[in-house]
C-alpha cells in the first residue's frame, strides 16, 4: 500500500500525541485514506533523548532543513511554535511545494495571510486546525460545514490555562495565586503562566478567529485585550450573587460595516452556554446569520486532543490533495472600533458616609452613565465600604472618564474593578 511521508519540525507534547494517535488508530487512519502514514525526518533539539513514541532512531536530525528538504516528505508538521525560526521553515517548505499543517497560532496570526498566498501560488494547502482550540474542530467547521453562512459573532473561551484558574477560584474559593499554583501542578499552566493570564494567547486565537469569521486579518497589536489577574474572589462572589460567572472572553462582534474585537474578563449569565464550559476546556459560541447559535466544545490542549486536530487536517490533505484550495479569502473591509457598548460591573471602595453614594451616582450620569443597580456590601472592618455597581449600557470611554473624576474623590479610596458584562445580544 502506498504510504504517505511526513516530515516533522519538533517532537514536543502535540508531536508525540500526533505519532502515537496514528499508531493507536492506524486502521482507522488506513481505512479511511487508502494509504499508510510514514514518517519520514523529525526534527529534534536532542537525539540522545527518551521519548514515548516508538520510531526509529534513525529519523531524528537536528536540521530542519533535512525535514524540510526531503524529497520523500510530502507535507511537512510544523510543531515546534513561536514565530522564529517557524516562519521560514514553513516559506521554505512551502516554496518546495510541500503541504504544510501547523499547530502555530502566533505564526498564522501574525504571517497567516502571507503563508496562505505562497501556500496558493505552489498550489499546496497550509492547515492550522489546531492553532485554535486544540481538538476543537472548529476552524475547518467555520471554512466548510458552515461556509453557507455570514458571521454576526464569535464568542470563545479559548483559553484553558485562564478558565482553569477562574473556575477554581468560583468553585472551591480559592485566591488567584493559589489557583495558578495549582493550574501548574497539574500541567495547564506553564510556570511562566504571563501570556496566558494576560491574554496573549487567546488575542492570538482570536485573530484566526475573525480572518475565519470576518474575512478580516487584524493583527494582535489591533485587539484590546486585559487578562485575567485583576479578578478577586471578591469579584467572583459578587458575580454569582448577580447571577454571572467571570470567564476570559475572545469576543468577536459585526455590526453594520464595524467589527469590534475584544479579549477581556466578562461577567457571562449563568444559563448562557459558554458559563457551562470549566475548567480546562474551551467553547467557541458562533452566529451564523443562516444557522443561527453554533458552540462547539472540547479540550483545548494537551497531547491527544490537539494531535487529533493535526491528525484531521493531515488525512484531509492526504483526501485532497489534488484539489486547489483558495485560502481564507481575506476581502472584506471592516471599519475595526472598540467602543464596546455594554453594561460593566464596577467595584469601589468608598468612605462610608453621608452623602457619599449621591456624588458617585452624579459624577456616572454627568458623564452619561446610567445606573442599573448599586449594593453596599458590608463594612470592610475600617471607615469604608465595598460599592458595586452595574450600569446601564454605556460606551467604555464613558465608563473611563466618569470613573476618572471619581477615583479623584476624597471619599473614593479606590476604584477596584471593572468588567464588561456580557449579555450576547
Ligand atoms: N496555553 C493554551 C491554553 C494552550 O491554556 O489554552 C495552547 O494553546
Known sequence: MEAIKLGILGMGTVASGLINIIEFNRNKVVNSLNKELAVSKVLVNNLDKERNVNLPKEVYTTDAYEVINDKDAEIIVELIGGIDPAYDYIKSALNNKKHVVTANKALIATHGEELESIAVKNGVKLMYEASVGGGIPILNTMKENLSANEFD??????????????????????EYEEAVKEAQRLGFAEADPSSDVDGDDAAFKLSILAALAFGQRVKVEGIPKEGITKISKDDIANAKELGYNIKLLASGIKKDDKIELRVHPAFVPVDHPLSMVKNEFNAVFLKGNAVGEVMLYGKGAGSLPTGSAVLGDIMYIVKNMDKSDAGV???????????????????????????????????????GVSLSSVVQRQKNGHDTVPLVFITHEAERKNIDAALEEISKSKVVSKIESIILVENFK
Open 329 to 367: 479569502v481575506g476581502s472584506k473591509k471592516y471599519r475595526v472600533e472598540n467602543k464596546a457598548v455594554k453594561q460593566y460591573y464596577i467595584r469601589m471602595t468608598v468612605v462610608d458616609k453621608l452623602g457619599v453614594l449621591g456624588s458617585i451616582a452624579s459624577l456616572f450620569g454627568k458623564n
Open 153 to 174: 459573532s464569535v464568542f470563545g473561551i479559548i483559553n484553558g490555562t485562564t478558565n482553569y484558574i477562574l473556575t477554581q477560584m468560583a468553585e472551591n474559593g480559592l
